[in-house]
């Protein structure tokens, strides 16, 4: 089973990654490239792939390493108070979803930093902004917070579960 963390930089793709590895207090810089990372999830082994959110480096080794045959899913990650780039990370997610060329992964959207009760982007207005429904594979939004832990588990469970239903 192997996930793809993608999304804008400073979105919190790493944050999230390392509260699944269990490592809360590491100093987390921005990420260069893409890293390979292994997590627990109740007893199931998942790799975990950290994409750099930087401009070219975002995408770059999808194509060229041959990364979308071996994934399993995709996890896309969103700043919930970054309302000056939603389209832009909408508009990221599209090309990603193109990419994939017809194999339409299930999808997670994390709503990263959506600990505060004034978080300026809900999952109902990220799903009408996105148009997730216009994509053919299954979805979910989930809000959480890699501050908090507000629902990582829950949106991996989801992920997890589908994977195992569809047996892939
Ligand atoms: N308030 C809040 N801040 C967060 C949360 N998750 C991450 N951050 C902050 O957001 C910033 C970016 O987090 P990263 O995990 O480095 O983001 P990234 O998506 O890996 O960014 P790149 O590697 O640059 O693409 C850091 O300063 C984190 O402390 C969250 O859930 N809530
Ligand atoms: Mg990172």
Partial sequence: MALLFIGLDGAGKTCLLRWLEKDKNDRIDPSVGVRRTTILIDKIQVNAWDMSGHGRDRSFPLGTVGLFN???AIVYVVDANDMLRLG?????????????GGNDLPLLVFLNKSEDASVAILPRQLEVCFNLKEYKGIWRIEACSALTGLGILAGINWVISKLQSNKL
């Avoid at 832009?88 to 994939?100: A, K, V, Y």
């Fill in 88 to 100: 832009m990370s909408r508009d990221e997610l599209w090309t990603i979803l193109h990419g994939l």
């Fill in 70 to 72: 071996a994934l399993s």
